[in-house]
């Protein structure tokens, strides 16, 4: 991920990562052997590190010589003490700090309570990432009345927590409140055609912009029911759809609602079962559209001169 630095500043800790080039002297073997080990003991010195980092981070936000706009933590655990630490911090730097990005990733956090006290210390947040952290629906139930109180959240990223459709009913429930909100990204959380149903549902009460629903199980079924989000929508623009075991049916549906749509741009489908059926459908309605510009179906068995794409 590349990241600019604002005009004041970011702070990003990451731990176990290495990067890793190809031996030029050593055996093949050899050499794939000292890079495990090397991977290995960096990944933990890195994690050390990356906790000595944190402290370091806290310790500046407690002083006067910075002022971050975003707070990235990735692969940084954030249990017990250490957690009770950055709520403490950012709790008290609320009227000098205007955190406006919070990434949390890989944290490990088991217990989705002290997170509303992280997101109530940050009233300004616009952009709120939640990743790989295995909420659930009870993690889900907890979180969901503090995203109310962030009037000023534009873009959300809960990809990956195994929300299913009973987590997913109480995020929708709780953003239909959260009028800024104009980014959604919920990918790989296990959701059925049922959650499709429930985004119709957050369509018509928020203008949102951007839906990514990558790799979960919406099915034809639910691609027919987006269909009709889109068709009711003025907004939406983007939407991802990779990985839905979708077919030429679901494919075709989309295809009419995107012809009739005034601000629909960008649809990403790949890895389903369009076949040439599907793809070709949505290959004459980006044609026809005025306004839907980009399309991708790579994955979907499709063959353009002779070749599998």
């Known amino acids: 991920m590349q990241m600019q630095r604002g005009s004041k500043g970011w702070y990003r800790l990451q731990a176990g990562l290495l990067n890793r080039r190809q031996p030029n002297i050593w055996s093949k073997q050899v050499g794939v052997l000292l890079v495990r080990h090397l991977f290995f003991w960096a990944f933990w010195i890195l994690a050390v590190l990356a906790i000595m980092s944190l402290e370091s981070v806290l310790e500046s936000l407690e002083g006067n010589?910075?002022?971050?706009?975003?707070?990235?933590?990735?692969?940084?655990?954030?249990?017990?003490?250490?957690?009770?630490?950055?709520?403490?911090?950012?709790?008290?730097?609320?009227?000098r700090h205007a955190i406006l990005k919070l990434q949390l990733d890989r944290n490990g956090i088991n217990d989705a309570a002290p997170l509303i006290d992280v997101l109530l210390a940050l009233p300004k947040l616009q952009e709120l990432t939640i990743t790989r952290?295995?909420?659930?629906?009870?993690?889900?139930?907890?979180?969901?009345?503090?995203?109310q109180q962030l009037p000023r959240l534009r873009v959300l990223d809960l990809g990956r927590n195994f929300l299913a459709d009973d987590g997913f009913q109480i995020l929708v429930q709780?953003?239909?409140?959260?009028?800024?909100?104009?980014?959604?990204r919920v990918r790989e959380n296990e959701l059925s055609p049922d959650a499709a149903v429930l985004c119709v549902k957050l369509l018509n009460q928020l203008e949102l912009t951007h839906l990514d629903l990558g790799h979960n199980d919406l099915e034809d079924s639910g691609a027919m029911a987006l269909a009709q989000g889109i068709t009711d929508s003025s907004s939406l623009a983007y939407l991802n759809?990779?990985?839905?075991?979708?077919?030429?049916?679901g494919?075709?549906?989309?295809?009419?609602?995107?012809?009739?749509?005034s601000s629909f741009q960008s649809l990403s489908i790949e890895d389903n079962k369009l076949r040439d059926e599907g793809v070709g459908a949505l290959e004459a309605?980006?044609?026809?559209?005025?306004?839907?510009?980009?399309?991708?179906?790579?994955?979907?068995?499709a063959r353009v001169g002779g070749t599998s794409i």
């Not at 709780?174 to 959604?184: D, F, H, N, Q, V």
């Open 65 to 95: 010589a910075f002022k971050p706009t975003q707070l990235e933590l990735v692969a940084v655990e954030l249990k017990g003490d250490t957690l009770a630490s950055l709520v403490t911090t950012l709790s008290a730097s609320t009227q």
């Open 133 to 147: 952290n295995q909420l659930a629906a009870s993690g889900m139930s907890i979180v969901s009345p503090a995203l």
């Open 174 to 184: 709780a953003l239909g409140s959260c009028a800024s909100l104009r980014e959604l």
């Open 241 to 249: 759809l990779d990985s839905n075991y979708i077919t030429a049916v």
């Open 251 to 261: 494919a075709q549906a989309l295809a009419d609602a995107i012809q009739g749509s």
């Open 285 to 301: 309605a980006l044609e026809m559209s005025r306004t839907f510009e980009q399309l991708s179906t790579r994955g979907n068995k």
